[in-house]
């Protein structure tokens, strides 16, 4: 719920987070690592988020975060190694070439924004053929900018199959699903706790 803090916690997970807070608060960064290792390391356990996930995920929003969010992210942003960069020529050649190898003809691909005429986000778009060799309704395959994240046509497993062994990881229902608790990102005008689904494919008009 947005700018919700009503979670239940006992007294040590509230001393955590507010010494987290104060550290955080004085912007003492090696002060707040110190705190960090000497805590072991706290940080918000989500079930069902794929550490590759987490990791994008935190350094994406942990620093823009809204002001009720749990400090125990932003902690882990400033405190942990970010993702390594991923070229955005090489993933999405890479994907369309998984694509291609498939024969489906992958068109060129576009942001987000374009693809829904208007607005911004954080994925790209490549439309291809499909089985129903229908020009109206061709298959969309949605690249995430956060990494080598993907979803789209998984009602056909080779898809699925053909990204993955490009090195992807397919974000399914189940795993997009699954709500980053704590973490209040900035959504159609309201901080909100969002899904992996809406963190790694966001799009916003």
Not at 33 to 62: C, D, I, K, N, S
Not at 153 to 161: A, I, N, P, S, V
């Amino acid at each position: 719920m947005a700018g919700s803090t009503e979670r239940p916690q006992d007294g040590a997970a509230r001393s955590v987070e507010a010494r987290l807070r104060a550290a955080l608060d004085s912007g003492d960064h090696d002060e707040l690592r110190a705190l960090y290792e000497r805590l072991g390391r706290p940080r918000v356990e989500v079930p069902g988020l794929a550490e590759e996930v987490r990791t994008a995920v935190v350094h994406a929003y942990a620093p823009v975060c809204g002001p009720y969010t749990d400090p125990r992210w932003r902690a882990e942003a400033l405190c942990t190694e970010p993702p390594a960069p991923v070229d955005s020529a090489e993933r999405l050649g890479r994907a369309r070439a998984a694509l291609a190898a498939l024969g489906v003809n992958p068109w060129e691909p576009m942001p987000c924004g374009l693809y829904y005429d208007n607005g911004y986000g954080n994925f790209d778009v490549i439309l291809h053929d499909n089985e129903l060799d229908d020009p109206d309704h061709p298959g969309e395959l949605f690249v995430s900018q956060l990494g080598l994240f993907v979803n789209g046509d998984e009602w056909d497993d080779r898809y699925r199959t053909a990204l993955t062994e490009a090195g992807f990881h397919w974000v399914d229902e189940r795993a997009g699903g699954v709500t980053v608790t704590g973490l209040q990102v900035r959504y159609f005008g309201e901080w909100q706790e969002l899904c992996v689904d809406h963190l790694l494919f966001q799009w916003q008009g």
